[in-house]
């Protein structure tokens, strides 16, 4: 998937991060892609090797994100 741990579990109102553990810059966004808007809060700038970037989730139910870069790369965050 590209992400771990996938899927998260998260509460409405908890936050998640994002660390980038890899060589290259990544970028969070929700699906689908290009079009982003399955849930606009669901976005991280860009996150270079070693940063990390943090989302709130608020969105409740299953939330499918994916790496800007490479699409191919998905996860997913349940908010209950």
Do not use: C, M, W
């Not at 109102?13 to 980038?20: C, Q, S």
């Amino acid at each position: 998937s590209g992400f771990s741990p996938s899927p998260a579990k998260l509460h409405a109102g908890e936050t998640v991060r994002f660390t980038n553990r890899d060589r290259v810059p990544h970028q969070v966004f929700s699906n689908p892609h290009p079009d982003h808007n399955a849930n606009a809060e669901l976005k991280t700038p860009k996150i270079q090797p070693g940063q990390s970037a943090a989302v709130t989730a608020t969105q409740k139910g299953s939330n499918v994100y994916h790496d800007e870069a490479d699409p191919g790369h998905t996860g997913v965050i349940i908010v209950e």
